[in-house]
């Protein structure tokens, strides 16, 4: 997995690459949990992300629960259909603004 993050004033912008596994839950949470705080919106670029796992979405729910903590939205962008079915299946789209790669 790879993570390009990139913010602005009030945007804090994550592209990931590859897949969001076990192996890199820790990490991604490591670089992204501790800069969303100042953002009110945190937007996560997933047309590159091939595959989530069980820690992979649970690093996502632990980041929309920061994101309420403080008061920003988080969108998932650009899902593949593959990684868009877990998140339906696991209800992620219920917590946070999810949409496809046909729809960015």
Request: charged share 25%.
């Amino acid at each position: 997995m790879q993570l390009n993050i990139n913010e602005n004033e009030d945007k804090l912008f994550v592209k990931i690459n590859g897949q969001l596994l076990y192996s890199e839950a820790d990490h991604f949470k490591e670089e992204v949990l501790p800069k969303i705080g100042q953002h009110s919106t945190v937007t996560i670029d997933c047309e590159h992300l091939e595959f989530i796992d069980s820690a992979g979405t649970g690093a996502i729910v632990r980041l929309w629960k920061e994101c309420r903590m403080v008061g920003a939205e988080l969108e998932l962008i650009k899902v593949i259909p593959e990684v868009q079915k877990l998140l339906h299946m696991t209800r992620l789209h219920q917590l946070a603004k999810v949409t496809g790669v046909d729809a960015a």
